[in-house]
């Protein structure tokens, strides 16, 4: 059964720039959120995707967002790139909306330059 | 990887020795705990869970203590091999938090031959 995917892995993108990323969920999961993983900050949560809809959002600023596709992908969008937006960005998936096992991609790592 | 630089604690074994990693949560209403290991350049691997009605629970050498008195979670593992050597973080969550992880700090575990 494969894992969670996550595309592209690495990304260089300059300040002002906008950002597109893409996570494929492990077969039959439905449930997709999203991380951002810095040294400073550690592993902090930035919104959640069940069915096309968006149940939690984090303590991101509006410049992040994201979309669930009916076939459970998911992309995340960033705009108005910022030096401090440098991070790897990581996708998990499960079958359910709570309190369910997650499993992590392996992750997308986005330098601002 | 995303934890070079960020001054983690760091617990030092030897290999064959068993190792214990310490966490407190912040969240009385947490009831779901995850811990997971993350290696260089990889995203969080699932290692093993409990959930708030267990006081312990345990895996392929791993073992999985919860003590909501003082809100204090512990992954044991036993006979410590060079592979497990990685960053574990230990993940809180509660029913109606939509799969929102909130993660600890992290350890860096780190086995001697």
């Known amino acids: 059964k494969a894992g969670v995917t996550q595309t592209p892995r690495y990304l260089i993108k300059t300040r002002g720039q906008q950002v597109t990323l893409s996570c494929s969920p492990i077969?039959?999961?439905?449930?997709v959120s999203w991380y951002q993983q810095t040294p400073g900050q550690g592993l902090q949560f930035l919104f959640e995707y069940f069915s096309e809809t968006q149940r939690n959002k984090g303590n991101f600023p509006g410049r992040f967002s994201g979309r669930q596709f009916s076939n459970s992908r998911s992309e995340m969008n960033v705009s108005t790139l910022e030096l401090g937006d440098s991070a790897l960005y990581l996708c998990?998936?499960?079958?359910?909306?709570?309190?369910?096992?997650?499993?992590f991609g392996p992750g997308t790592r986005l330098t601002v330059t | 990887g995303e934890n070079v630089g960020l001054h983690l604690p760091t617990l030092s074994v030897q290999e064959g020795d068993n190792s214990i990693i310490n966490c407190a949560y912040s969240?009385?209403?947490?009831?779901?705990f995850i811990w997971y290991k993350q290696e260089s350049g990889k995203g969080p691997q699932f290692i093993i869970d409990i959930r708030s009605n267990m006081d312990k629970r345990q895996g392929q050498r791993v073992t999985v203590l919860l003590n909501k008195t003082v809100k204090h979670l512990s992954l044991q593992i036993a006979a410590t091999q060079p592979g497990d050597s990685a960053v574990y973080f230990c993940a809180e969550t509660w029913s109606g938090g939509y799969n929102k992880l909130i993660f600890g700090a992290g350890t860096r575990l780190a086995v001697h031959p």
């Open positions: 077969s039959g999961h439905r449930s």
């Open positions: 998990a998936s499960s079958f359910t909306s709570g309190n369910d096992e997650q499993y």
């Open positions: 969240n009385s209403a947490s009831d779901y």
